[in-house]
């Protein structure tokens, strides 16, 4: 079974630029997850969404946004970049419909904002 | 609400010595339980999980984690350090509504 693919692995952006980042899930995963990791904050999640539709959604603002696509990959958005969003940003998936299985991460988007 | 509070940032051990990991969490229901490990620039990988079934938990690498409910702890341990496990670890809780919340890790390091 592939893994968790994210793409691209790094980018280099501009401030007020804006980037939009892929991440396609393992064959039969319906739920994709985002997260923002950086050293000062640690994990914060970003957004989930399951067969195509926002599940959750954490504490951003809105130039960060997302969407799934009917095949379950999934992309984020960022509009307007700020330096604070240098972090690396990864995705996670799982099987929606069962309970308290864990995620499978993928390795993660590393974004620079310069 | 459901949270969780790793007890060391960071910890340190010689190769071939004992690890152990703290995590305590606070949750309202039955909780599933997860440690995650992450090496530099990678993503998370699942160490094992816990979900009701057997208070201990057996995880890859050698690793292992005991539910205590009554001291609403699940600790990571393993019995000999090796210079690969040097990574961060993420302990994290999850409710019947999929809602995960991860702690702040916890930096291994391994002293040759």
């Known amino acids: 079974k592939a893994g968790v693919t994210q793409t691209p692995r790094y980018l280099i952006k501009t401030r007020g630029q804006q980037v939009t980042l892929s991440c396609s899930p393992i064959?039969?995963?319906?739920?994709v997850s985002w997260y923002q990791q950086t050293p000062g904050q640690g994990l914060q999640f970003l957004f989930e969404?399951?067969?195509?539709?926002?599940?959750n959604k954490g504490n951003f603002p809105g130039r960060f946004s997302g969407r799934q696509f009917s095949n379950s990959r999934s992309e984020m958005n960022v509009s307007t970049l700020e330096l604070g969003d240098s972090a690396l940003y990864l995705c996670?998936?799982?099987?929606?419909?069962?309970?308290?299985?864990?995620?499978?991460f993928g390795s993660g988007t590393r974004l620079t904002v310069v | 609400a459901q949270s969780v509070t790793q007890l060391d940032s960071h910890v340190s051990v010689s190769e071939g010595t004992p690890v152990l990991l703290r995590c305590n969490y606070s949750?309202?229901?039955?909780?599933?339980l997860f440690w995650y490990v992450q090496h530099p620039n990678k993503g998370l990988q699942l160490l094992l999980k816990?979900?009701?079934?057997?208070?201990l938990v057996k995880g890859i690498n050698g690793f292992e984690a005991e539910f205590k409910k009554s001291e609403t702890s699940f600790h990571l341990t393993k019995p000999s350090a090796h210079m690969s496990d040097a990574a961060e670890y993420f302990c994290?809780?999850?409710?019947?509504?999929?809602?995960?919340?991860f702690g702040a890790g916890t930096r291994l390091t391994v002293k040759p």
């Open positions: 996670a998936t799982r099987d929606g419909s069962s309970l308290n299985y864990g995620y499978t």
């Open positions: 064959s039969g995963h319906r739920s």
């Open positions: 969404y399951f067969s195509e539709t926002q599940r």
């Open positions: 949750s309202s229901y039955s909780p599933s």
């Open positions: 816990y979900t009701s079934a057997a208070t």
């Open positions: 994290v809780v999850s409710d019947p509504n999929n809602d995960m919340r």
